[in-house]
Nanobody
Framework: QLHLVESGGGLVQPGGSLRLSCTAS????????IGWFRQAPGKEREGVSC??????YYADSVKGRFTISRDNAKNTVYLQMNSLTPEDTAVYYC????????????????????WGQGTQVTVSS
């Protein structure tokens, strides 16, 4: 069974930073394309950032502010979020799928089969 658990969400002021973590169990995420998605109430799911060993993708809305990374030894993927705005408020989910999918494909075209439960990020004064 593939299992993903997100953590690190919370309340942050505009302009602040958060680092989200996603730890995998039951599989090695080093062999998967991994990604971060978010969904705000009343809005469609957005692929924020996806990555594998060959390519990395960032949505235009977060480019230059967010960074995706992974620590294979810890089987964990991170999303460093800087210069946060209220528009970044959402539930953030990590996901994984076969590495045959390029990062841009995972973030923009597919519905990954494995998801975490999500972590709430709220950006507000």
């Amino acid at each position: 069974q593939l299992h993903l658990v997100e953590s690190g969400g919370g309340l942050v002021q505009p302009g602040g930073s958060l680092r989200l973590s996603c730890t995998a169990s039951g599989f090695s995420l080093a062999t998967y394309t991994i990604g971060w998605f978010r969904q705000a109430p009343g809005k469609e799911r957005e692929g924020v950032s996806c990555s594998n060993n060959y390519s990395t993708y960032y949505a235009d809305s977060v480019k230059g502010r967010f960074t995706i990374s992974r620590d294979n030894a810890k089987n964990t993927v991170y999303l460093q979020m800087n210069s946060l705005t209220p528009e970044d408020t959402a539930v953030y989910y990590c996901a994984a799928q076969s590495a045959i999918y390029a990062a841009i494909q995972m973030c923009t075209m597919t519905r990954p089969p494995s998801w975490g439960q999500g972590t709430q990020v709220t950006v507000s004064s």
